[in-house]
């Protein structure tokens, strides 16, 4: 849009550039800035316009994103143009998703490029390989607290590394994600450092505190997010004799937004890695990255402000690059991150569906699908191109982060129920066979979370320790069921290294100083490759989840209808053990995929009448696309198996 106002700014600072950058061809840079000023100009000035220096930090921005323009490379250049012409290109069918850690998968950037046919034979073509900038050794909250944004952990290899590996990827067809930390950074981190040292202007990077008398204020409000072993939400740093904030550990600083220079060089280190051949760029913990007294200091107005306004300086200089958000929130919160105010979406393309994450578990320990149902049609519509990302483990603890007003309409009472959940998955009661652990357990709310590895939760490594051939059946099949879900919900279906394996819980991080106070750790497995060795001898447990779930992937990629058009209808089947959705193929409406999930250790039924409302017709063949057979009828009812689900289309 033309505006008066924002144009003549941009005018003023393109007379100012720097010679260097002038000399340079910036077409498409250029037609990019014009189009996008006027939201960039407002945004900035919706944050910043109140400082004296705005102009002066308007044109530090332009020139920060022009100098990373200058360093693309062609080959990235000419791939934005590609996206640019098939904007839709990540909501299709065709992407897979793998997350891991480079140490624990593959131990360094070297072996894992020699990696890349592992993930082909699975079918995976989108892999986030988690944190892999500088990080203290021991304080290093997994890479989630970095010391240097520009460097790549030596225990990792080198720059050069990460360039091979992105390159081998991109040649492919696989896609690149990595993380940028931008909520916090280590206490280690050099503007941490300067900041100890009295440094003022460091100290305004963070929110430095003299007293308790603010710091006060804010813990009214703001929740602890690692109750039990970083309590409280300020860190006494000694030397400064100041409070710093310290939200997650106390090694961890918040960085202070509201000053834009942090601004600035948090845009300067996404577009860093863009440039460094991030397909996919994942904005970490961004719901907590304004601060507001009186506040939970969580999904403020102004944090979507900043990903709208960090969305916006993409856009001009990396427009290819796509944004994570990883907001673990309210599922109203959530859909916010896709922007909110915007017909497309203006802060970030995908988000975790850690909704939909918690109500499969829901289901999984329930045995029945009430509240699954009942929370998946509280889940706000998505904009266009926004898409989730459906994943059943990561890195992280689960949170049981459903709505209460849900959890009472499937007809539970919240506090029991979760107790309940926790209680399950931590394997109090003798009929449960999980083993989990609780993580992040507040003794003033009585709230926790939950550890441990797919397999374990859900009954693989008692079964296992039994060697009860029944349960272990069992097991593998929920493991799959889950992915059944995921991969046919829609949107981009993260799986986890290890799973792919039946990879069970890593009790050695109990012995490790450095990670014993976290059960995150339970779940975040040296890959065993000998283990997956044992995918290709058939009747292994390893063999039957992988091969179901290379399976899945190819069939997925095939089946237009789970391409993410929002175009998905829940079905209600009237059998409370059932969930069930229907797909549409958005290009051919007629063209239907019937998703049914059966989460109950019993056959389950549905009347065939049912399913007629879906254009499924008694006279047509029914055909399950992942098994290539005939689904079970008896009467007038499809059977679904105990723990069994079915992709049917009729022909
Ligand atoms: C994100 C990460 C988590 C980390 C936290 C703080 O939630 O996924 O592992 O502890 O941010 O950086
Ligand atoms: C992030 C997530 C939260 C998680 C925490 C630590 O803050 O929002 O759900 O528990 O990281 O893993």
Redo the contacts with the bound molecule.
């Keep these: 849009m033309y505006e008066q106002v924002s144009h003549s700014l941009l005018n003023n600072i393109l007379t100012k550039l720097n010679p260097d950058i002038k000399s340079k061809d910036l077409r498409h840079f250029y037609t990019r800035l014009g189009a996008n000023f006027y939201s960039i100009y407002s945004l900035f000035h919706l944050l910043y316009g109140n400082r004296d220096d705005f102009e002066e930090q308007a044109q530090r921005l332009v020139e920060t994103m022009a100098r990373q323009y200058i360093l693309r490379s062609d080959k990235l250049k000419k791939k934005d143009i590609e996206r640019e012409k098939d904007h839709n290109w990540f909501l299709s069918q065709k992407w897979t998703g793998m997350a891991l850690y480079c140490d624990g998968f593959a131990g360094d950037l070297k072996t894992l490029r020699s990696k890349t046919s592992y993930f082909q034979n699975l079918g995976v073509n989108m892999i986030h390989v988690m944190p892999i900038m500088e990080c203290p050794d021991g304080h290093s909250d997994g890479g989630y607290a970095v010391s240097d944004f520009r460097k790549i952990d030596s225990r990792f290899g080198s720059m050069e590394d990460l360039d091979k590996l992105a390159k081998e990827f991109r040649k492919r067809d696989i896609l690149l994600t990595l993380d940028v930390v931008l909520n916090h950074t280590s206490n280690e981190h050099e503007w941490a450092q300067k900041a100890r040292q009295g440094d003022e202007k460091y100290q305004d990077y963070y929110y430095v505190f003299p007293n308790r008398e603010i710091p006060d204020m804010f813990e009214e409000t703001m929740p602890e997010?690692?109750p039990d072993t970083a309590p409280g939400n300020f860190t006494w740093i000694e030397g400064m004799d100041k409070w710093v904030m310290t939200v997650?550990k106390e090694y961890q600083w918040d960085l202070n937004y509201s000053n834009p220079a942090v601004f600035i060089e948090i845009m300067d280190v996404i577009l860093f890695w863009s440039n460094h051949g991030a397909d996919i760029v994942r904005l970490d913990?961004v719901?907590?990255l304004w601060k507001k007294i009186g506040s939970t200091c969580q999904n403020e107005r102004e944090a979507h402000l900043i990903l709208q306004l960090m969305k916006d300086c993409c856009q001009v200089t990396a427009p290819g690059v796509l944004f994570i958000a990883?907001?673990?929130?309210a599922p109203v919160e959530v859909a916010k991150y896709f922007g909110e105010d915007a017909i497309n979406a203006k802060e970030c393309e995908i988000a975790y569906n850690?909704t939909f994450m918690s109500l499969l578990w829901d289901a999984v320990a329930t045995k029945n699908t009430k509240l699954l149902n009942q929370g998946i049609k509280s889940l706000p519509d998505k904009l266009e191109r926004a898409t989730w990302l459906n994943y059943i483990r990561c890195h992280?603890?689960i949170?049981l982060?459903f709505d209460d007003a849900d959890i009472r309409l499937a007809g539970y009472e919240p506090v029991s129920h979760r107790r309940f959940l926790i209680d399950y998955f931590t394997g109090v009661f003798d009929e449960s066979s999980a083993r989990g652990m609780p993580?992040?357990h507040n003794a003033k709310t009585g709230d926790a979370?939950i550890s441990g590895s797919l397999a374990s939760l859900v009954g693989l490594e008692v079964a296992l320790e039994k060697g009860d051939p029944k349960e272990i059946d069992e097991a593998i099949k929920v493991i799959i069921l889950l992915h059944g879900m995921i991969m046919s919900f829609g949107g981009i279906p993260l799986l986890y290294y290890g799973d792919e394996i039946g990879t069970t819980n890593d009790y050695r991080y109990i012995e490790d100083e450095r990670k014993s106070g976290d059960t995150?750790w339970m779940h975040r497995p040296t890959f065993d490759w000998e283990k997956a060795e044992l995918r290709n001898r058939q009747h292994t447990a390893e063999n039957r989840i992988f091969m179901a779930l290379k399976k899945m992937i190819s069939v997925r990629k095939d089946t237009p209808a789970f391409s993410d058009f929002n175009n998905r209808e829940l079905y209600d089947t009237g059998n409370p053990h059932l969930f069930a959705f229907c797909r549409t193929n958005h290009q051919h409406i007629s063209d239907k995929v019937l998703v049914i999930g059966n989460f109950d250790a019993h056959p389950q039924h549905m009347e065939f009448d049912n399913l007629q409302a879906f254009g499924f017709m008694p006279h047509h063949q029914l055909y399950d696309l992942y098994s290539g057979e005939k689904p079970a009828m008896f009467k007038n009812a499809l059977v679904v198996p105990p723990y069994h689900f079915y992709w049917i289309q009729a022909r």
């Design positions: 997010t690692f997650f913990a719901a907590f990883e907001a673990i929130v850690a992280d603890d949170g982060g993580f992040g979370r995150r």
